[in-house]
């Protein structure tokens, strides 16, 4: 299995963290959902963390069966049209966003 990670790296506007949720959850989320060969989309909100450690306030983690469906996937229309969407959200963010890709090991 394969694992993208978009970390948001900042910190959500004061005041703006129910809206942000409400964003991801009503406009994101099924757009995510919607990606060609997902098999799993979770969002991780931030709780805590070490002293010193940066911050993430979110993250996004979708998981696809292989790099070549991952491929399809960041290839497709409505991946375009998340990032679109995807403006919306900045507005409410002030940092950066940064994605990583994993090979989950089963077993």
């Known amino acids: 299995m394969i694992i993208r990670q978009a970390f948001f790296e900042g910190t959500i506007r004061e005041g703006q963290e129910e809206a942000f949720k409400a964003y991801v959850r ?3 989320m099924p757009m995510w959902l919607a990606f060609p060969g997902i098999r799993e989309v979770r969002v991780l909100y931030d709780i805590e963390r070490d ?3 940066p911050s993430y306030p979110m993250v996004l983690s979708t998981m696809y069966d292989s790099r070549e469906a991952l491929a ?3 290839d497709s229309p409505i991946r375009y ?27």
């Open 81 to 107: 049209e998340s990032r679109e969407a995807t403006k919306g959200l900045l507005e409410m963010f002030d940092g950066h966003i940064h994605h990583h890709v994993f090979d989950l090991a089963l077993g």
């Open 51 to 53: 002293e010193g450690a």
């Open 26 to 28: 009503n406009k994101l």
């Open 72 to 74: 399809v996937a960041l």
